[in-house]
Antibody
Framework: EVQLVQSGAEVKKPGTTVKISCTVFGYTFTDSDMYWVQQAPGKGLEWMGLVDPEDGETIYAEKFQGRVTITADTSTDTAYMELSSLRADDTAVYYC???????WGQGTLVTVSS | DVVVTQSPLSLSVTLGQPASISCRSSQSLVHSDGNTYLNWFQQRPGQSPRRLFYQVSNRDSGVPDRFSGSGSGADFTLKISRVESEDVGVYYCMQGSYWPPAFGQGTKVEIK
């Protein structure tokens, strides 16, 4: 059974950095790109970027370019999404998803507050 | 970038009645490989999104057959033939034919 298990909720101060993990089970990690999606409170879904775990190649959405770093560690079957220079409007649930968005993690709430 | 627009943004439906959600893109979603990469997702309250359909009309495993996806080019529709209480949530379309992938704004379905 494919499972994506994300790290727990975070509370961060403005200007700092958050790093969220997504560990996969039930399939070969390098078989599929890993996507990251942001969902602000009460809002819709926004694609942030992706990583190809096989070679580490990344593509980022223009909105997050320069602040987001997505990586993949094949030794632990874990993808990471790091978002820097946090501000209040980064408060959101962040999801990882794979196999063409067929499988999703449970989401990680990041709260940015002073 | 391709813009994806859903309508309506909110839908109140009587149990057992049909519902229909429209998704329109700013350009045709037919990819150069001939496929149309238009997905539909359901997000129940407090849950992660769940994919219902890929490539317009291919139903994902476990999706009830009262759901159907249709359309072509730049005009797509998700239909629920008889709404049940478990269908409450927000429905999103998403285009994957062009970079970057883009979601529609979402359509909230509630029971009247």
């Amino acid at each position: 059974e494919v499972q994506l298990v994300q790290s727990g909720a975070e509370v961060k101060k403005p200007g700092t950095t958050v790093k969220i993990s997504c560990t996969v089970f039930g399939y070969t990690f390098t078989d599929s790109d890993m996507y990251w999606v942001q969902q602000a409170p009460g809002k819709g879904l926004e694609w942030m970027g992706l990583v190809d775990p096989e070679d580490g190649e990344t593509i980022y959405a223009e909105k997050f370019q320069g602040r987001v770093t997505i990586t993949a560690d094949t030794s632990t079957d874990t993808a990471y999404m790091e978002l820097s220079s946090l501000r209040a409007d980064d408060t959101a649930v962040y999801y990882c998803a794979t196999f063409g968005f067929d499988y999703w993690g449970q989401g990680t709430l990041v709260t940015v507050s002073s | 970038d391709v813009v994806v627009t859903q309508s309506p943004l909110s839908l109140s439906v009587t149990l057992g009645q049909p519902a229909s959600i429209s998704c329109r893109s700013s350009q045709s979603l037919v990819h150069s490989d001939g496929n149309t990469y238009l997905n539909w997702f359901q997000q129940r309250p407090g849950q992660s999104p769940r994919r219902l359909f890929y490539q317009v009309s291919n139903r994902d495993s476990g999706v009830p057959d009262r759901f159907s996806g249709s359309g072509s080019g730049a005009d797509f529709t998700l239909k629920i033939s008889r709404v049940e209480s478990e269908d409450v949530g927000v429905y999103y379309c998403m285009q994957g034919s062009y970079w970057p992938p883009a979601f529609g704004q979402g359509t909230k379905v509630e029971i009247k």
